[in-house]
């Protein structure tokens, strides 16, 4: 009986494990993709609420990603450093840095405010550079 229970348990959090590192890619692929957009936007002079949306879905999506990392989803095609594990609270809070920049980019966007729109998108980049010089292997 044991030994079925384990059979059963153990595939199980693969699975798990494998859901939770699916959705820290798709979150991460979505960012990319907004960032990319944001960019454009800004070189096209494109100042508006639909470029101070994309900041807000970049900031749910990095408010959302701490809890993308339970202690059991380090197994399988992950990028995520285990480190994460041990630095728990330095991870989540780059990650909620990064959300507040983003919180920032979309008011600046917003309020036509160029200059901390672009500093803002930049601390963004630099933030993503931060946190996988760290946490990712």
Do not use: V, W
Not at 25 to 36: A, I, V
Not at 43 to 58: A, F, G, P
Not at 63 to 87: H, V
Not at 102 to 124: G, K, M, T
């Amino acid at each position: 009986m044991l030994k079925l229970l384990i059979l059963i348990i153990f595939p199980l959090n693969l699975l798990i494990a494998n859901d939770y590192i699916l959705q820290r890619q798709d979150s991460m692929q979505k960012f990319n993709k907004l960032m990319r957009s944001a960019n454009q936007m800004i070189k096209n002079s494109e100042i508006n609420e639909d470029l101070s949306q994309i900041y807000t879905d970049i900031e749910n999506i990095m408010t959302e990603y701490p809890t993308l990392f339970p202690d059991d989803s380090f197994k399988g095609k992950t990028k995520a450093s285990e480190d994460i594990i041990a630095n728990r609270d330095k991870f989540n809070e780059i990650s909620l840095e990064t959300a507040e920049i983003a919180r920032l980019a979309s008011l600046a966007s917003l309020n036509n405010d160029i200059e901390l729109l672009q500093q803002s998108h930049q601390n963004l980049f630099s933030t993503c550079k931060s946190c996988h010089s760290r946490f990712k292997n």
